[in-house]
């Protein structure tokens, strides 16, 4: 089955500076991956996703990068806000989206005023 | 957009007895749904594929007669934790797979303690 390696576990930048969470996939079958924003006690929440056929996405202050053949995948955010602290979980499906996520281990994002 | 509602929030329940989440498509159908459980600061682990009309099929490790899934319709999928240890305390996720756009909409959660 898939497996998803996400680092780091824990990062921790100052407010305004640039914030980069990496993840590798190991089933080149995958083709569906999303980023997703979770609050303690709450469910996730999308903030972005990216599929195989492309390289980048970006919607204002977040990004997504995917290396199909290195199997790995980014999420940047620029800009940081202290409203950005949360932990953050990268995803990977395959068969078409018909399978379910398997999910990173997460990243707890710490912006430092 | 596309809403799952998810039910309850939150239960308290004694060792040995069961309990039903249920999660609706509130404006959409949903063919198939997906069961997660997340442990206290540990990511979702999907435990679960719910098909409507069908058997669930079950991630290796998930007792299928531990955590009955019933999917009988295509608005409602229900997770029933049958008696439930204090082991099973957890938060509970279900998630639908949204046709065509694709994606995934999940529900609010269940946190589950079992005393």
């Known amino acids: 089955g898939e497996n998803v390696e996400q680092h780091p576990s824990t990062l921790s930048v100052q407010e305004g500076d640039s914030a980069v969470i990496k993840c590798t996939y190991s089933d080149s079958a995958s083709n569906y991956f999303p980023w997703y924003k979770q609050e303690l006690g709450k469910r996730p929440q999308l903030i972005i996703d990216?599929?195989?056929?492309?390289g980048e996405k970006k919607d204002q202050r977040i990004a997504v990068t995917l290396n199909k053949t290195a199997k790995h995948f980014s999420l940047h955010i620029t800009e940081t806000q202290p409203e950005d602290s949360a932990v953050y979980f990268c995803a990977a499906s395959s068969g078409g989206g018909a399978d379910g996520l398997t999910f990173g281990k997460g990243t707890h994002l710490i912006i430092q005023p | 957009g596309a809403v799952v509602s998810q039910h309850p929030s939150r239960v308290i329940c004694k060792s040995g007895t069961s309990v039903k989440i249920e999660c609706r498509s509130l404006?959409?159908?949903?063919?198939?749904m997906f069961w997660y459980r997340q442990f206290p600061k540990q990511s979702l682990m999907l435990m679960a594929t719910s098909n409507e009309g069908s058997k669930a099929t079950y991630e290796q490790g998930v007792e299928k007669d531990k955590f009955l899934i019933n999917h009988a319709s295509l608005t409602l999928s229900t997770l029933t934790v049958t008696s439930a240890h204090p082991e099973d305390s957890s938060f509970y996720i279900c998630s639908a797979l949204l046709e065509g756009a694709g994606g995934y909409t999940f529900g609010s959660g269940t946190r589950l303690t079992v005393v």
């Open positions: 404006d959409f159908q949903a063919t198939t």
């Open positions: 990216i599929r195989s056929n492309v």
